[in-house]
């Protein structure tokens, strides 16, 4: 459950996660000691599983832009900031590249959250990049009327693939990484 405190903070950052799809990261988050974000435009799923994940986790986060300006003139730099503040435990890494070639650089992770380039083809090449780098594979937007191309995407490379809830998709790979 996301407290008031934590909602104080995630709710003035703009994005398309809505509450029940924050309330499903965060706990997921709880559980887990690595995490990446693959797309994280002002950092409003960042900011929500960044504060719930355990003490000393890693989050990684990779978005082409840190600085999306939106309502409030929040960035996904601004919430970086913020979120570093409310967790210096945390080890953040914020990488300003694409979500692809980030995959060569970047650490495995318990969970990748796919949520960048929502084309057919680059959310083919997010999952084939990541897959193998994580023990839960999961991602937003599982929407057959706003997003065709996600569903068609994650459909084809994910054998296993299910909706916890919203447009969350999910699916456990075959990776043990605890
Ligand atoms: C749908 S938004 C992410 C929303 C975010 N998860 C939230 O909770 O609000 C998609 C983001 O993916 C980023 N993006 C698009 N193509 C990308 C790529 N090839 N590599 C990395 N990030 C990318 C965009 O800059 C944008 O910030």
Redesign the pocket.
């Known amino acids: 459950m996301i407290d008031t405190y934590c909602w104080q903070a995630i709710d003035r ?5 809505s509450r029940l799809e924050c309330e499903w990261l965060a706990g997921i988050a709880a559980t887990v000691n690595s995490w990446t ?10 900011l ?1 599983v960044g504060l719930h994940l355990p003490k000393k986790a890693t989050l990684q986060v ?4 840190l600085g ?1 300006v939106s309502r409030a003139g929040q960035t ?1 730099f601004t919430t970086f900031v913020e979120l570093r503040q409310k967790r210096p435990d945390l080890n953040i890494v914020l990488a300003r ?4 070639a ?1 995959a060569e650089l970047l650490k495995d992770s318990e969970v990748v ?1 796919v ?4 084309n057919y083809e ?1 959310v083919v090449n ?1 999952i084939t990049a990541w897959r193998s780098k994580c023990r839960i594979l999961c991602g ?2 599982w929407n057959q009327k706003e997003w065709p191309t996600v569903v068609r995407a994650v459909r084809r490379c994910v054998p296993n693939v299910s909706n916890p809830t919203g447009s969350i998709w999910v699916a456990p790979t075959t990776r043990d990484l605890r």
């Not at 950052?13 to 996660?17: E, K, N, Q, T």
């Not at 949520?115 to 929502?118: T, W």
């Open positions: 950052i703009p994005g398309y996660m974000e693959l797309g994280a435009y002002c950092g409003r799923s960042m929500c990779v978005d082409i832009s999306t996904l590249m694409d979500s692809v980030a959250f949520d960048a380039n929502h680059n997010d937003h937007d």
